[in-house]
């Protein structure tokens, strides 16, 4: 017991470390980028001097160079499904327009970044939107060295990138986790709902963040795999909450998957055959998000009424309720800034997964160890304490379920002269003659088949099909084995054995009964003998 608990302990300490872990892995994301992070970057934003509104539905924006700081070298926007054209007097210096093609007719998201120098007088920025939906959207500009523009950009974002990455990586874990070890033991699939759920947050926030959207130009990565992300998400995060919180009205949960599944097939036939794009269609995709949250709020809410109080649900309390206030807070963020809006929530969904993982992993480990000690107690109950050997019960087991009898042997061995060893030495000494029989009947039998320790000095080997054995050879290796613990040992008793065989005879038994039975008359018919012999 004293081992057990040892053991839960060091599982506690290692879920602990999960937590530890993650927060000292953003902590020193943040420490690091701070100290890389500089203030004298002269960087600055700049307002154009006037905007014109282009029949398109594109507006341009000029700007004048003269009177900015010759140290500026680089002129900075953010943009999100826009075309951008820059020009210098009537000359091009700069296009973002090619679309993903088949896959979108948007060009994406991307910070621009363009060189400036003492000659430029003039620029104009010609920014054109994909869609109706960002017809509205107004770039701030910057102006500085393009280089370390790009570098604060890079450096601001990479806290949000390692949470992003821990994500992942947690998600992943626990997918490999489940798969690994569902055939070794009993894991429930909440699970891996869980490790599916937070692989597609965490895809999703991986690709949002701003340091993929500065190195990674890819149209799908931009402006497809993040929405399939986020409808993706749906189905394993209903049915993780409904498995771990275990709900009971399976008609929701199925309802709301399956609209899940039915908005995925027609987002993406209207996406791809161009009449409304993902990003068109986000509206939707947030409204079936949340359904989908109403829906597990509801339900902890009605287990809070019920003062079902589980540990299940106060950590959905915790969790749901900081993950929530994240999410609003970076759904406000998302109409007041530029670039990655994600500030909080994925900090906060990282320690709600955490918390999840952890409570799983605790109560896979309780369970691993109620099975243990379960199946202790069922080798208990069919172990004889005394020899190691399986008892009696376990031999009336095994006879009651086996009906493959087929080529089966049965061997039996009695110890001769037990009574008189306990009359004269005691019982003590009776019971280690009863030990050095069943080590010696074990070690000759016992690689072929199970031993039983039947009766007090009465012990049986069930030999199945399949075996390739001699029986007169290991009879004649046993009787070797009595002689030689006999000259060898150090004991007040003769070690005496009688041992006898039956195979399976269909013609003669109905049952493993009665091949042992066979293989008594046998031994008795070789203690007979041996006594004869030795008067």
Known sequence: MAKDAKRHGYCDK?????????????ILCYIFTISQYKSDTFTEIVEPYTVVNLEDGGKEYLFDLRKLDYRYSGFMFYTSHHRVEVYNSGKLIYSFTQTGGIW????????????INEKMTNIAVVVTPIY?????????????????????????????????MLILVISISLIVYYHFMKKKMVIGEELIYLGYFA??????????????TLIFRNKIVEVVAPYLCLMFVIPPFVLFFHSYLKFKNEWVKNTIITLSSLELIVLSFLHFSKIAEYR????????????????????VVIKMINKNYTRRVRVCVVGLTLFAFGVIFDIVSYYKRIGDSDQLGRYLFLVFLVLLAWDLLKGTYEVIEKGRRAKQLELFALTDSMTGLLNRNAFETYA???????DLVAIVADANGLKACNDTHGHDVGDEYITVVADIFSSTFGKYGDCYRTGGDEFCCIIP????????????LFLAKVYTENAEGDYK???????????????????LRSVVKRADSAMYANKRASKKASS
């Open 199 to 212: 692989l597609f947050i965490g895809l999703w926030t991986f690709m949002e963040t701003d340091v993929i």
């Open 465 to 476: 099909s399949g075996k390739d054995i001699n029986l007169e050879r290991l009879k004649k």
């Open 132 to 164: 109706d939906v960002v017809a509205g959207y107004v770039p701030e500009f910057y102006v500085g060295s393009s280089y370390n523009m790009y570098n604060d950009i890079m450096v601001k974002s990479m806290p949000r990138f390692v949470a992003s």
């Open 280 to 299: 068109e269609t986000l509206p939707f995709i947030h409204l079936m998000m949340l359904l989908a949250t109403v829906y597990v709020v509801a339900g």
């Open 104 to 115: 979108s007719s948007s060009t994406g998201s991307a910070y621009h970044f363009v060189d």
């Open 14 to 26: 290692l879920n602990k470390a999960l937590i530890g872990i993650c927060l000292a892995a953003l």
């Open 400 to 406: 009651n379920a086996n009906d493959d009898l087929e």
């Open 493 to 511: 008793f003769d070690i005496g054995v009688a041992i006898g065989f039956a195979s399976y005879a269909p013609n003669i038994d109905s049952n």
